[in-house]
């Protein structure tokens, strides 16, 4: 349980970062 909910924060983490970036760019 506890390992999906850490795959789920690192899903959400990687596409805040990805949105960042396009904003950026």
Sequence with gaps: ???A???A???C???SIG???K???
């Design 23 to 25: 904003k950026k760019k």
């Design 5 to 7: 909910v850490w795959i």
């Design 1 to 3: 349980m506890e390992a």
């Design 13 to 15: 983490l990687v596409v």
């Design 19 to 21: 949105l960042l970036s």
């Design 9 to 11: 924060i690192g899903l």
